[in-house]
């Protein structure tokens, strides 16, 4: 059950933090590029809108898997490490930047879209891009953290 708890919690961690690093450092200069406000906001909000069902699937089972190793084979939050504690609360952080990015500026986004307002989409963008950004650099430290913690802090 452990291996197969494990093995979940990662593949959630690469689809998420991978799909950011994606959208950030390789989607967004080519979109910023080559296209102008009207198709880039849309393609955006396309991109979101199929993006985001994983990540609100990746967020429930790293939370899951993430608690139940801890309370069903670690013996609960008295029994981990400290870098699973911070895992945890890392983690938590990001769970709250996707909360914050999903009913704040991209649903001004979808509605700026929709009402063809390239104006405030562009400043929802802006905004979605700034904590995506911050978002993937937590993730990659979470990653490393939560990989490497073990050997380096006992
Ligand atoms: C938010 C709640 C989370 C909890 C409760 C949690 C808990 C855990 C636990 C208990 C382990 C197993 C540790 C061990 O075997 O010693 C683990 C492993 C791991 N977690 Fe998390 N985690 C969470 C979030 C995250 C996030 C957000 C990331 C990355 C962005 C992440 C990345 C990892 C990685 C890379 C491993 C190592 C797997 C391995 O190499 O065996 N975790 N996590």
Same mark, same amino acid.
Do not use: E
């Given at each position: 059950m452990m291996g197969f708890a494990v093995l979940l919690h990662v593949m959630a961690v690469v689809i998420?933090?991978?799909?950011? !690093? #994606?959208?950030?450092?390789?989607? $967004?200069?080519?979109?910023a590029g080559q296209l102008e406000p009207p198709a880039r906001l849309?393609?955006?909000?396309?991109? #979101?809108? $199929?993006? #985001?069902?994983?990540?609100?699937?990746?967020?429930?089972?790293?939370?899951?898997?993430?608690?139940?190793?801890? #309370?069903?084979? !670690?013996?609960g939050m008295g029994g981990v490490g400290l870098y699973v504690h911070a895992m945890f609360g890392l983690g938590l952080l990001m769970m709250l930047i996707f909360f914050h990015v999903f009913f704040a500026?991209?649903?001004?986004?979808? $509605? =700026?879209?929709? =009402?063809?307002?390239?104006? =405030?989409?562009?400043k929802a963008l802006a905004q979605i891009?700034?904590?995506v950004?911050?978002?993937?650099?937590?993730?990659?430290?979470?990653?490393?953290?939560?990989?490497?913690?073990r050997y380096l802090v006992p």
């Open positions: 998420w933090v991978g799909g950011m !690093f #994606f959208a950030y450092v390789v989607l $967004r200069p080519v979109a849309t393609l955006w909000a396309g991109v #979101f809108g $199929r993006f #985001f069902p994983w990540v609100w699937a990746c967020v429930g089972v790293v939370l899951a898997t993430g608690l139940w190793m801890i #309370f069903a084979v !670690f013996g500026p991209y649903g001004r986004l979808k $509605r =700026a879209v929709a =009402a063809q307002d390239w104006q =405030a989409g562009g891009r700034m904590l950004g911050i978002n993937t650099l937590i993730g990659l430290l979470t990653i490393a953290v939560g990989a490497a913690g």
